[in-house]
């Protein structure tokens, strides 16, 4: 189970922290993903990191700006995000995939077995 917390109304130019908290299965066993779903839009990747924390990947609208990370003790990861724009208005879903597939379906929302309820994110300009 991964339930997301954090999400809220923010500026622009300012900043947010999501968290997600996983349950249930070994957290090591996973890569984790956010992605996130503008209204009238398909839902898109944003950044994911593998089961160590050790590499990371962002979709391009996000980097330099946005931070994944995780904490294995805590069954956490977490996505800070800075200098948001009104074009990050969404809502933002954690996931979880086999830690197999973070090589070469990082980016691949059908990769991911296991999605949180997600958490709002607005973005006033």
């Known amino acids: 189970r991964l339930v997301e917390s954090g999400g809220g109304l923010v500026q622009a130019g300012g900043s947010l922290r999501l968290a997600c908290t996983a349950s249930?299965?070994?957290?090591?066993?996973?890569?984790m993903g956010w992605f996130r779903q503008a209204p009238g839009k398909q839902r898109e990747f944003v950044a994911a990191?593998?089961?160590?924390?050790?590499?990371?990947t962002y979709v391009d609208s996000v980097k330099g700006r946005f931070t994944i990370s995780r904490d294995n003790a805590k069954n956490t990861v977490n996505l800070q995000m800075n200098n948001l724009k009104a074009e990050d208005t969404a809502i933002y879903y954690c996931?979880?995939?086999?830690?197999?597939?973070?090589?070469?379906?990082?980016?691949?929302?059908?990769?991911?077995?296991?999605w949180g309820q997600g958490t709002q994110v607005t973005v006033s300009s």
């Open positions: 996931a979880a995939t086999d830690y197999r597939n973070y090589a070469s379906r990082a980016d691949d929302e059908g990769a991911y077995a296991y």
């Open positions: 249930g299965r070994p957290f090591g066993d996973y890569a």
């Open positions: 990191i593998d089961w160590r924390g050790a590499s990371t």
